[in-house]
């Protein structure tokens, strides 16, 4: 059963009772919210994403509550609650999707080192993926969304998950939030995904969901091999233009994006080098998105894809 | 700490977590994470030889909190010790700028193009 095919009022029985088991990539997550408008802000950004059955157990137990303070004489509030500890203070609940967001994507960058952990959006053609590594701002998430509409399948708009193991990257293809005017751009790129409600005034400005496309959501569990390591930086008049990396200069650039380098030591250093040797590593100064997303493109239609798929066992 | 508490039970009784349920198994898990005690947790399991009856997700969860992914190919051995000490030392924001490595550094960076 996903997400979708239960009707709000479903949901909301659901959310404020015994919680809703969501399989989201690797991760389960049980969740918990009395609130009303996040239940269908969640009901339509995971809307495919499959419920998990009450004797599975969750990685997370997450509860969005209502919570009081001096601070709701102006407006109604919000916690965020996680192992029944607060790790943030309330919030207006008008924003507490975008809250439970980035809540969550604390609790795996705190949690989750199973995995080496890198800031970045990812997408697959082929059984290859382009890690699109960079700051907040650089327009990861914009350019992510222009190559799903080339045909790319999301595997995540936030994180990089790479197995140390394995060596490739999980999916975990959350909903892609975007920012101020890339809303506008990416709606009349992408007219047939869907993108939820706008969120003025959060603490990042104004933000908006993009539902993640259904065939993202349904390969979830289908992991791909890091092929390119690309560092995207949106610029005003930047030449827009793929420059090859020295292998070193990347992997020093990756780690500065790498949540949890420190934590893993040594099985974090094996496995960044051998991304690094195995990818080819670019920047990409641009100011026109559908040139870069050409560009990223090409690298996947200039080399011939795989021979047979990554196991996915 | 309540003396009921799931997580000192489960400290004192390994053998008690297998036998959970998945509300209750959460439940330990929350306050092991909570406590900073998940690592320690697992390690108890694991003395008590009880660990294996555990799910794969618990399992997982345990690894994570010890740091310790799955081992996998290609181990380089103690040299990655040094030479991750020797890439960290070249980094800019340590003052590697300064010297020769510094000055190699500049001509490559931003690259030329």
Known sequence: MKIGDLTPEELHQRFSGPGVRVRIGPFLIHLYSAIREFVADFRFAYADFPICEAHEVSDFRVRVAPAGGWRLWREKQAAFWVDGALPFAVFPRRIAMPFAEWGLNWCICGYAHQFLIFHSAVVEKAGRAVILAGPPGSGKSTLCAALLARGWRLLSDEFALLDPARGCLLPIPRPVALKGASIRLIEELLPHLRIGRVFPHTDKGTLAHLRPPTDAVERQAEPALPAWVVFPTHAESARTELVPLRKATAFLRLETNCFNYATLGRTAFEAMGRLIEAAECYELPFEHLATAAGLVNGLAELQPALGCPLNVA | ????????????????????????????????R???????????????????????RVNTQ??????????????????????DRGVRAARPDRGADAGCHGQRRRHTWPPAG
């Not at chain 2, 489960?10 to 036998?19: H, I, K, N, Q, T």
């Not at chain 2, 947790?41 to 660990?51: P, Q």
């Not at chain 2, 345990?62 to 030479?83: L, Q, Y």
Request: hydrophobic content about 50%.
């Open chain 2, 1 to 32: 700490m309540s003396p009921d508490n799931l997580l000192l039970r489960a400290f004192a009784d390994p053998g008690l977590v297998a036998g959970l349920g998945a509300e209750r198994l959460e439940l330990v898990l929350s306050q092991a």
């Open chain 2, 62 to 83: 345990f690894a994570a909190a010890r740091g310790i992914p799955p081992p996998g190919p290609g181990r380089h051995g103690p040299a990655v010790a040094g030479a």
């Open chain 2, 34 to 56: 909570l406590a900073g005690l998940s690592a320690r947790l697992s390690y108890r399991m694991e003395d008590a030889g009880a660990i294996a009856a555990l799910p794969d």
